[in-house]
């Protein structure tokens, strides 16, 4: 069984918090890796894979840290999935499919045209989507009555 990757969940957190938080000062790894509860590797990893998308400009030294490259409004979904996301979304594993068999044989090539036609559906699904959305409704759904985590 393929383990799913958390990086875009991951990328997204990170984002969104910098949206919302708006801080004047840069935001450093671990404090972003204590908010999506991870390993700072993992932060700065993504971080890295955002800065090179120029998603997220890093600002070394004593206070040093992250901040948003551009306002959250300009920022897509699909722009964070593409930057640390590496594969496609399907996959047909490592085996090689039965010659003998009519689905051995003829199967993947019908798949591939339904998983392109995914993964175009998914792609302009969150290229519709923004930070700012994400945030605002992350907002939303803070101020209503659920319980909350503590500091």
Known sequence: MSRK???????????VLLAIEKKSEPTTSEY???SASTNPVVI?????????ADLVLAQSGAHGGIRLARPAEQI???EVYQAVEEK???SFGDRSPNP????????????HRVFVQAEQA????????????????????????LPKLNS
């Open 76 to 78: 897509s979904l699909l």
């Open 122 to 145: 998914m792609e302009k699904s969150l290229d519709k989507i923004t930070v700012a959305q994400v945030a605002h409704d992350v907002e939303e759904v803070d101020g209503l009555d």
């Open 88 to 90: 496609s979304l399907f």
């Open 5 to 15: 990757s958390s990086r875009f969940t991951i990328a997204v957190h990170i984002l």
């Open 44 to 52: 700065r990893r993504i971080l890295a894979m955002l800065g090179k």
């Open 32 to 34: 972003l890796a204590r």
């Open 100 to 111: 003998y068999c009519i689905c051995g044989r003829s199967l993947e090539p019908v798949l």
